[in-house]
């Protein structure tokens, strides 16, 4: 099985911030990553797939790269929108979850 | 526009079994595999199962293997999963979602509301 482990679980920012989430899989999964978010009560929604494509009417703010087993997400100038739980999601062999980054307020 | 509506959650025993339901709307829906993600209270996200879109092809996640049973009715575009021998750690939110793209192990573009099991005695 594929694991996936991002860092860190939670970060405290300000609104305006550059904001990096990492994942790493625990072996290579080409470009075949996800990031969604999840707000509390609510459904994830799909940002990024592919590694860096980014999903129709996502905000430009949100990129990705990455591939192989190391992928980033960044929030280039974070907005009070933004806080929430980020997961990425590698769909290569089967599908698994990262465990979830807790974006804050700082 | 694309709904997902699921329905069939509640309180069960260990032991026993529930048959989920996702009614789908708004999209070719035999064109799309469907899938199944959980999420333990409180905890992250954990993909279940999935059904390819011409419902050939099934996949679960070990930790169901045997005991659920993914099933779609495209007649009326619907989606199912079936749980035997539940346990208490199959507690959680079950979302139904959609496949972004054509293949089956694709992301998820569209989510239901989710559908609440509870195993306990």
């Known amino acids: 099985d594929i694991q996936m482990t991002q860092s860190p679980s939670t970060l405290s920012a300000s609104v305006g911030d550059r904001v990096t989430i990492t994942c790493r899989a625990s072996?290579?999964?080409?470009?075949?990553l996800a990031w969604y978010q999840q707000k509390p009560g609510k459904a994830p929604n799909l940002l990024i797939y592919?590694?860096?494509t980014l999903e129709s009417g996502v905000p430009s703010r949100f990129s990705g790269s990455g591939s192989g087993t190391e992928f980033t997400l960044t929030i280039s100038s974070l907005q009070p929108d933004d806080f929430a739980t980020y997961f990425c999601?590698?769909?290569?062999?089967?599908?698994?979850f990262g465990q979830g980054t807790k974006v804050e307020i700082k | 526009e694309v709904q997902l509506v699921e329905s069939g959650g509640g309180v069960v025993q260990p032991g026993g079994s529930l048959r989920l339901s996702c009614a789908a709307s708004?999209?070719?829906?035999?064109?799309?595999?469907m899938h199944w993600v959980r999420q333990a209270p409180g905890k992250g996200l954990e993909w279940v199962s999935l059904?390819?879109?011409?419902?050939?092809?099934?996949f679960y996640a070990d930790s169901v293997k045997g005991r659920f049973t993914i099933s779609r009715d495209d007649s009326k575009t619907s989606l199912y999963l079936q749980m035997n021998s539940l346990r208490t750690e199959d507690t959680a939110l079950y979302y139904c979602?959609?496949?972004?793209?054509?293949?089956?192990?694709?992301?998820?573009?569209?989510w239901g509301q989710g559908t609440l099991v509870t195993v306990s005695s």
């Open positions: 979602a959609k496949s972004h793209d054509y293949g089956d192990f694709e992301p998820n573009d569209y």
């Open positions: 708004g999209f070719t829906f035999d064109d799309y595999a």
């Open positions: 059904v390819s879109g011409d419902a050939t092809n099934t």
């Open positions: 072996q290579s999964i080409s470009s075949w």
């Open positions: 592919k590694a860096s």
């Open positions: 999601q590698q769909y290569n062999t089967f599908s698994t």
